[in-house]
């Protein structure tokens, strides 16, 4: 068919003198079978987490056993490289909705579809729903992958692996083919093995503790970044190979770096050929636009549908599983609290329910796991455990903060004493629940700006001098660490899929005072034990500087003060303090400065820091 199997290694089973083997001649569901085995009560009851070791295609002694789940089908054809591209029938077992046959002589790399037969007539070519390898956009075959390929090495990782918030967490986000651009390939993708040897020595060097990829199951179109999939069990081949994915996981944890990717419970892409209408009807999909279609134009999950819950937990445990991932980040958590989102427009008790059930049950597979929210509701509980009353999360992005923070960075600095309020705040509602501080992908793309061309004012070195004081402050401040790739550069343009990050500013300042940033929080457990009652207090200013923030981190018998000073004229610290040093100062000159020494005047009990412009500091007491 002219498909390029270059990256996909074919292994050639052993070969049989029969024909191919219906579902009648292999166990029915719930009976044992290797692996493969399914409990159909729990199926269609929604408790099923490893639905992927029966559906999907799968590599049997003899042969390669295809199966899905599509109820209302009067008739599915196999077509693929293994039956010469013609139609081999699947055979239900009964009236249960699982179609399967077994076929001889299949190989590992082997494309495939099915072609569905709908009761309305249509007739429809779709890749496997389970299937765990897919051909490069804009094709769409999925691929017979032998899973235990590859074999991981990072026993010592994940018997060591702990969830604690006490823990480090700074998280490094990325969208995987445009970090870094390869010359030698026509759309400038390293695959995942190779981008391992660039991207794990940055991370180490730069004081990283996670990487996040922006989702990496297989998607059609490369502007939705991932977040419209068609292949939930499938890493995208722009990379390379399941395989492959799973030596870069396992090279990240020799490395002492976990691996974290998002993930989509909420909707699905329009695709024909994807989950959308896959057995002519509505099988996956709600049956009315109304709420069927998202605002981003692709098609809502229904949840209700316990055979739904089943697909998409078990695509949750599989990256978990299969892959070793450290974590997951669900998108769009909104989504499955409200309708469409949207408080005024209720609780949606299926999806609420479905969210609860999946977060109990992986976090009982994957205790050490972290699950993230991305949610931007008040809801109550998303990182309370499921058994207390809670939605299960580890944590929750605060996109308050995110949002007040960087308002109040763009305020001009002579308004921002009245504004002073929106840094403040964040600490008012802090201990609802366990907070992740994000600056993501979604802040620097669609006209938002890059995160230092948001600073106020025109002059460069100012906004540089004003960036490096907000994230000092959001180092400091409780809460775990995020920033999208691009950040820690400095870089003043909007990332995009089709380009890359501007390598030039690595050498630059900016960059320089963010590796020591990440450095010195991960090194100071007073910056991470977020969570104890005795961690945080604002510090008092007996001076009036209203745009002057001081927090005091204490943890392990240490007292760390941040002073950051937002206004465009020297301010003045004055608080009983002892004698300190000074662990980070943003105006130094390596990071871009002014150099100027940091005045320090002592007059009785008190004592007066005088921060220079848009400076901020970080003592040790």
């Given at each position: 068919?002219?498909?390029?199997?270059?990256?996909?290694?074919?292994?050639?089973?052993?070969?049989?003198?029969?024909?191919?083997?219906?579902?009648?001649?292999?166990?029915?569901?719930?009976?044992?079978?290797?692996?493969?085995?399914?409990?159909?009560?729990?199926?269609?009851?929604?408790?099923?987490?490893?639905?992927?070791?029966?559906?999907?295609?799968?590599?049997?002694?003899?042969?390669?056993?295809?199966?899905?789940?599509?109820?209302?089908?009067?008739?599915?054809?196999?077509?693929?490289?293994?039956?010469?591209?013609?139609?081999?029938?699947?055979?239900?077992?009964?009236?249960?909705?699982?179609?399967?046959?077994?076929?001889?002589?299949?190989?590992?790399?082997?494309?495939?579809?099915?072609?569905?037969?709908?009761?309305?007539?249509?007739?429809?070519?779709?890749?496997?729903?389970?299937?765990?390898?897919?051909?490069?956009?804009?094709?769409?075959?999925?691929?017979?992958?032998?899973?235990?390929?590859?074999?991981?090495?990072?026993?010592?990782?994940?018997?060591?692996?702990?969830?604690?918030?006490?823990?480090?967490l700074n998280i490094y986000e990325m969208h995987l083919g445009s970090w870094m651009r390869n010359p030698d390939n026509a759309n400038g993708w390293y695959t995942?093995?190779?981008?391992?040897?660039?991207?794990?020595?940055?991370?180490?060097?730069?004081?990283?503790?996670?990487?996040?990829?922006?989702?990496?199951?297989?998607?059609?179109?490369?502007?939705?970044?991932?977040?419209?999939?068609?292949?939930?069990?499938?890493?995208?081949?722009?990379?390379?190979?399941?395989?492959?994915?799973?030596?870069?996981?396992?090279?990240?944890?020799?490395?002492?770096?976990?691996?974290?990717?998002?993930?989509?419970?909420?909707?699905?892409?329009?695709?024909?050929?994807?989950?959308?209408?896959?057995?002519?009807?509505?099988?996956?999909?709600?049956?009315?636009?109304?709420?069927?279609?998202?605002?981003?134009?692709?098609?809502?999950?229904?949840?209700?549908?316990?055979?739904?819950?089943?697909?998409?937990?078990?695509?949750?445990?599989?990256?978990?599983?299969?892959?070793?991932?450290?974590?997951?980040?669900?998108?769009?958590?909104?989504?499955?609290?409200?309708?469409?989102?949207?408080?005024?427009?209720?609780?949606?008790?299926?999806?609420?329910?479905?969210?609860?059930?999946?977060?109990?049950?992986?976090?009982?597979?994957?205790?050490?796991?972290?699950?993230?929210?991305?949610?931007?509701?008040?809801?109550?509980?998303?990182?309370?455990?499921?058994?207390?009353?809670?939605?299960?999360?580890?944590?929750?992005?605060?996109?308050?903060?995110?949002?007040?923070?960087?308002?109040?960075?763009?305020?001009?600095?002579?308004?921002?004493?009245?504004?002073?309020?929106?840094?403040?705040?964040?600490?008012?509602?802090?201990?609802?629940?366990?907070?992740?501080?994000?600056?993501?992908?979604?802040?620097?793309?669609?006209?938002?700006?890059?995160?230092?061309?948001?600073?106020?004012?025109?002059?460069?070195?100012?906004?540089?001098?004003?960036?490096?004081?907000?994230?000092?402050?959001?180092?400091?401040?409780?809460?775990?660490?995020?920033?999208?790739?691009?950040?820690?550069?400095?870089?003043?343009?909007?990332?995009?899929?089709?380009?890359?990050?501007?390598?030039?500013?690595?050498?630059?300042?900016?960059?320089?005072?963010?590796?020591?940033?990440?450095?010195?929080?991960?090194?100071?457990?007073?910056?991470?034990?977020?969570?104890?009652?005795?961690?945080?207090?604002?510090?008092?200013?007996?001076?009036?500087?209203?745009?002057?923030?001081?927090?005091?981190?204490?943890?392990?018998?240490?007292?760390?003060?941040?002073?950051?000073?937002?206004?465009?004229?020297?301010?003045?610290?004055?608080?009983?303090?002892?004698?300190?040093?000074?662990?980070?100062?943003?105006?130094?000159?390596?990071?871009?400065?002014?150099?100027?020494?940091?005045?320090?005047?002592?007059?009785?009990?008190?004592?007066?820091?005088?921060?220079?412009?848009?400076?901020?500091?970080?003592?040790?007491?």
């Amino acid at each position: 068919e002219g498909r390029n199997l270059g990256v996909y290694p074919l292994v050639r089973l052993p070969r049989r003198q029969d024909s191919v083997r219906f579902a009648s001649d292999h166990p029915p569901l719930g009976e044992k079978k290797g692996s493969a085995s399914m409990n159909q009560h729990q199926f269609f009851t929604g408790e099923i987490f490893d639905a992927y070791h029966w559906f999907g295609a799968h590599i049997e002694q003899n042969a390669v056993v295809f199966r899905t789940f599509a109820p209302n089908a009067s008739r599915i054809t196999l077509t693929g490289a293994c039956n010469g591209w013609t139609e081999t029938d699947l055979v239900q077992d009964g009236r249960s909705g699982f179609w399967s046959v077994s076929v001889p002589d299949a190989c590992a790399g082997q494309f495939y579809k099915y072609r569905i037969y709908g009761p309305d007539g249509s007739v429809t070519e779709h890749c496997d729903p389970y299937g765990f390898a897919m051909e490069l956009r804009p094709a769409c075959c999925s691929i017979i992958t032998d899973l235990e390929e590859y074999r991981f090495t990072d026993e010592a990782w994940m018997n060591s692996r702990t969830a604690s918030p006490d823990a480090p967490l700074n998280i490094y986000e990325m969208h995987l083919g445009s970090w870094m651009r390869n010359p030698d390939n026509a759309n400038g993708w390293y695959t995942y093995d190779e981008i391992a040897r660039r991207l794990i020595p940055y991370l180490q060097k730069n004081g990283y503790t996670h990487v996040e990829f922006l989702p990496l199951s297989e998607h059609p179109f490369d502007g939705s970044w991932g977040y419209q999939n068609t292949g939930f069990f499938a890493p995208t081949s722009r990379y390379g190979t399941p395989a492959q994915l799973k030596m870069l996981i396992d090279k990240l944890h020799h490395a002492g770096i976990g691996a974290i990717m998002d993930f989509v419970p909420v909707h699905f892409a329009v695709d024909s050929y994807g989950l959308a209408k896959y057995d002519g009807t509505h099988l996956y999909e709600y049956p009315h636009s109304a709420v069927g279609e998202s605002e981003w134009g692709s098609y809502n999950f229904i949840h209700s549908r316990r055979e739904v819950r089943c697909f998409l937990q078990s695509a949750a445990n599989y990256w978990l599983t299969e892959f070793h991932f450290d974590g997951l980040r669900m998108d769009a958590v909104s989504r499955l609290i409200y309708w469409q989102g949207d408080p005024a427009r209720g609780v949606n008790g299926d999806t609420l329910e479905f969210l609860k059930n999946m977060n109990r049950g992986l976090k009982a597979r994957h205790p050490s796991a972290l699950l993230i929210a991305e949610d931007s509701t008040a809801y109550p509980g998303v990182t309370r455990p499921v058994d207390e009353g809670g939605l299960g999360f580890d944590y929750k992005w605060d996109l308050g903060w995110m949002h007040d923070t960087l308002e109040f960075c763009q305020t001009q600095p002579d308004l921002r004493p009245r504004d002073h309020g929106k840094l403040l705040w964040s600490m008012h509602y802090f201990s609802n629940e366990h907070y992740l501080l994000p600056l993501s992908h979604d802040e620097v793309v669609h006209g938002k700006a890059a995160i230092v061309q948001k600073m106020w004012g025109a002059d460069e070195c100012d906004k540089y001098a004003q960036a490096r004081v907000m994230y000092l402050y959001m180092f400091t401040h409780p809460g775990k660490k995020l920033n999208f790739m691009g950040n820690e550069l400095g870089q003043l343009y909007e990332w995009s899929e089709a380009g890359t990050l501007d390598w030039a500013l690595a050498e630059r300042p900016f960059h320089r005072f963010f590796h020591s940033l990440c450095k010195t929080y991960v090194e100071n457990p007073a910056l991470h034990a977020d969570y104890a009652p005795d961690n945080f207090r604002w510090a008092k200013n007996h001076a009036d500087a209203p745009c002057v923030f001081g927090m005091e981190r204490r943890a392990n018998r240490e007292t760390l003060l941040a002073l950051c000073n937002f206004a465009d004229s020297e301010q003045e610290f004055t608080a009983s303090l002892p004698k300190f040093t000074v662990l980070l100062d943003s105006n130094a000159a390596d990071f871009g400065g002014t150099g100027e020494t940091l005045a320090v005047s002592r007059k009785d009990s008190l004592c007066t820091v005088a921060l220079p412009r848009y400076s901020a500091v970080l003592l040790k007491l």
